[in-house]
């Protein structure tokens, strides 16, 4: 039995397989933070300013407080031990044989770098290249002054890649051990499967109507709260992923859940800002989603949440999934791709 149990606590730990063990942890490292590998020679002053350029902007929706990531440069040299383990990695390279980074790569990954001896800057994509739920970009030039220019030409697709890749490392990180006690009411009530960490629990758990339901999740720390909301209604017509129309009807669905400790204080959506709606794929599913601010009214508590509203064509309705952060001086960018993971990892 101690046997057992010490393969199941390894397992937590570390990444298995049907065979047991396997070598490579999880993915660690803070979302928002991206450790950025290059060559000595490489990391020129031009280099530093088109990554921070495309990687290190503000996100306008914060009123740009807080940037998309913040970069951590390491050496081939500083590259050791946890700190390979981090999860949305790039690495800037020489291709070929040249490259002074194969001593730290694995004989797989090092093969794939040595291969590519193409003129010119070229990128690759590999996945737990280190730890599981962890994917690395590499981007391969033999000059700092062509990928400084190819880095600054593209940096629209840069950005979006890579926020594309964290997406997926918290996808992965955030829904591995879920509270299956809380999966499963959930499940039963409403048919969505939400897989959340067992550091949440259920703030409210309500069927408005045969229709409609409201779900709020909550995880308090010392320093923050992280949320997760879902609620839904019946599908009609377009009109309804009108921005104005989502925010609209966002409020008045909180509005009786969520509220603060003065009296009639309640959530709304803080309208002094402008926000920006995308239209996205939700797993296959028609979606759109924004960032905004929240504010409660009557009161001094306020912070950045996410909403993504999504066609669920099958169940023939719109669910709604936000997360929203209230960490007074800290930063919310983590928080809130924390979040992000949990709800794209819901399923219905």
Not at 222 to 238: A, E, G, K, S, W
Request: aromatic share 10%; net charge neutral; proline share 4%.
């Amino acid at each position: 039995m101690k046997e057992i149990g010490l393969v199941l606590l390894c397992c937590f730990l570390f990444s298995c397989d049907e065979g047991g063990l396997r070598k490579k942890p999880v993915a660690t490292g803070k979302y928002g933070e991206i450790y950025v590998i290059v060559d000595d020679d490489l990391l020129t002053k031009n280099l530093k300013q088109a990554l921070n350029a495309a990687l290190q902007r503000p996100q306008l929706f914060y009123g740009g407080e807080e940037p998309y990531f913040k970069l951590v440069y390491l050496s081939p040299n500083q590259a050791k031990g946890s700190l390979v383990y981090e999860g949305t990695t790039l690495i800037l390279t020489r291709s070929g044989v040249n490259s002074g980074i194969r001593k730290i790569l694995p004989e797989k990954v090092d093969s794939a770098v040595t291969l590519r001896k193409r003129e010119g800057v070229h990128t690759f994509l590999k996945q737990n290249v280190w730890a599981t739920q962890q994917s690395v970009l590499f981007i391969l030039g033999d000059h700092p002054d062509s990928l400084a220019n190819y880095i600054s030409l593209r940096n629209e697709q840069l950005l979006g890649k890579v926020l594309e890749m964290e997406r997926k490392e918290a996808i992965g990180r955030m829904t591995l051990n879920p509270d299956e006690k809380l999966r499963k009411e959930i499940s039963q009530k409403h048919a969505i499967d939400v897989r959340v960490p067992i550091s949440y629990h259920v703030a409210s758990n309500s069927k408005i109507n045969d229709n409609e339901g409201f779900i709020w999740l909550r995880n308090e720390g010392t320093d923050f709260d992280l949320n997760v909301v879902i609620h839904y209604q019946p599908y009609t017509d377009t009109s309804q992923f009108a921005l104005q129309n989502l925010i609209a009807r966002r409020d008045s669905v909180v509005k009786p859940y969520i509220t603060g400790e003065t009296k009639g204080s309640f959530m709304a959506t803080d309208n002094q800002f402008p926000y920006y709606l995308q239209t996205v794929d939700f797993n296959g599913n028609f979606a759109r989603e924004y960032t905004a601010l929240w504010t409660l009214e009557n009161d001094f508590m306020g912070g950045p949440y996410y909403s993504v509203t999504v066609h669920d064509e099958k169940n023939k309705r719109l669910i709604t999934l936000e997360g929203f952060v209230y960490a007074p001086n800290e930063a919310k960018t983590r928080y809130l791709r924390e979040l992000q993971g949990i709800l794209y990892g819901v399923r219905f």
